[in-house]
T-cell receptor, first 112, second 114 residues
């Protein structure tokens, strides 16, 4: 079945440093979504990318969808302590509707 | 707009006991999902409903797990009997019909089986 893999599993940064997490799918995706889960919280939707090569920005967060629609990245510029949490990518397989496969997440720790 | 509501938030039971979780999705969302999340892992889909129909329950361990969404709104997930390995967070999510698969998660129920 479809697999979605994320690296790194953990990332520790000093406040102000940049952070990047990478997501790779074993199959071509119709779209990719990113979620953030704060410690003790639940996943919260951040963004969805649909087009090949698409780049979207949300303030200090930059999301990119690969040309082959099998990989994606999330980059945070100048991290803040509020960025702490686990970042998940998730994707449906092919043109599948409604079912998401989540990566295992990247746990981000930001040291003040 | 109210979010996805789940109860209880926490549940501690002894093994072999039954347990049930309840979910109320966002108003107007026809699609409802139950996920299991183990510590340090991403959510794993257990079952997906479109209105009252279970359209994907391939990952639901049917020997002990059951779910229902009788009127196409609220849903319950039941485990009977619970095993030690069932300790996890059970998340409910909902999404609207349309072009996007964006899912909105509830706060989850943290189950501890002793």
């Amino acid at each position: 079945g479809q697999q979605v893999m994320q690296i790194p599993q953990y990332q520790h940064v000093q406040e102000g440093e940049d952070f990047t997490t990478y997501c790779n799918s074993s199959t071509t995706l119709s779209n990719i979504q990113w979620y953030k889960q704060r410690p003790g919280g639940h996943p919260v939707f951040l963004i969805q990318l649909v087009k090949s090569g698409e780049v979207k920005k949300q303030k200090r967060l930059t999301f990119q969808f690969g040309e082959a629609k099998k990989n994606s990245s999330l980059h945070i510029t100048a991290t803040q302590t509020t960025d702490v949490g686990t970042y998940f990518c998730a994707g449906p397989g092919g043109t599948s509707y409604g079912k998401l496969t989540f990566g295992q997440g990247t746990i981000l720790t930001v040291h003040p | 707009e109210a979010g996805v509501v789940q109860s209880p938030r926490y549940k501690i039971i002894e093994k072999k006991q039954p347990v049930a979780f309840w979910c109320n999705p966002i108003s107007g969302h026809n699609t409802l999902y139950w996920y299991l999340q183990n510590l340090g892992q991403g959510p794993e889909l257990l079952i997906r409903y479109e209105n009252e129909e279970a359209v994907d329950d391939s990952q639901l361990p049917k020997d002990r797990f059951s779910a229902e969404r009788l009127k196409g709104v609220d849903s319950t997930l039941k485990i009977q009997p619970a095993e030690l390995g069932d300790s996890a967070v059970y998340l409910c999510a909902s999404s609207s019909d349309g072009q996007t698969d964006t899912q909105y998660f509830g706060p989850g129920t943290r189950l501890t089986v002793l």
